[in-house]
């Protein structure tokens, strides 16, 4: 069984009233979502990154800084659309320390 059919048959047996809170917890839950920009364990550290890529948001955002072009991105990476630079800007507007972070952590010394 699927964790989705399993949450069905659980939600089946709820009351409307518990069934109001679940939906706030995934409102909730979802309000930090961004489309386009996913975190898994496994994948690039779990580091934030564009979806069906492996490509973190903290490189792109690095080459930004350092003067490359959204036009040099998508030519350098061409599985890359300008949708997900526009989701990547978002993300790190939004995750700036966490960005900033995860630069320091992988630059060389």
């Not at 949450?7 to 109001?20: P, V």
């Not at 917890?25 to 961004?34: Q, V």
């Not at 490189?59 to 036009?71: C, I, M, N, T």
Request: charge should be negative; hydrophobic fraction near 40%.
């Amino acid at each position: 069984m699927s964790a989705l059919e399993a949450a069905e048959e659980i939600l089946a047996k709820l009351t409307r009233a518990e069934k109001a809170q679940l939906l706030r917890w995934t409102a909730s839950d979802l309000n930090d979502a961004f489309p386009g920009i996913e975190s898994r364990p496994g994948v690039c550290g779990g580091e934030p990154c564009i979806v069906r890529t492996r490509i973190p948001v903290w490189v792109l955002d690095q080459a930004r800084r350092l003067g490359v072009s959204e036009g040099e991105l998508l030519r350098s990476y061409p599985t890359l659309r300008a949708e997900d630079l526009a989701n990547a800007w978002a993300y790190v507007r939004s995750h700036r320390d966490e960005i900033n972070r995860q630069i320091e952590d992988n630059e060389v010394d």
